[in-house]
């Protein structure tokens, strides 16, 4: 088991995959929930990535991943708070 690099999930290192763009290190890996957010990532950017200059992509790789892992910490915050008030 390890954790997904976006979302702290506990997956199988079977399942995972590669956060790249996102993410930059070629050793993080991402679960299949937020492997979603990578593969729509890479279909954006590939349209639009000759349009940054590459002294901002760095930033802007890192802004997403910023935004991705405060979406999915706010998805388990959520989940959390349903599941205490479903006990309730």
């Known amino acids: 088991m390890i954790e997904c690099k976006l979302c ?5 290192t079977r399942t995972t ?3 790249q763009p996102i993410l930059p290190n070629f050793e ?3 679960c299949k ?12 950017l590939s349209r ?3 349009q940054f200059d590459a002294s901002i992509q ?10 991705l892992r405060m979406s999915a910490n706010l998805r388990s ?7 205490r008030s479903e006990e309730e």
């Open 33 to 44: 929930d937020c492997n979603s957010y990578v593969t729509a990532t890479r279909f954006v």
């Open 77 to 83: 915050l959520e989940r959390s708070h349903l599941n």
């Open 28 to 30: 993080d890996r991402v």
């Open 8 to 12: 702290d999930a506990k997956v199988e």
């Open 58 to 67: 760095s930033l802007f790789y890192e802004g997403l991943a910023t935004m």
């Open 17 to 19: 995959n590669n956060p």
């Open 48 to 50: 639009i990535y000759s």
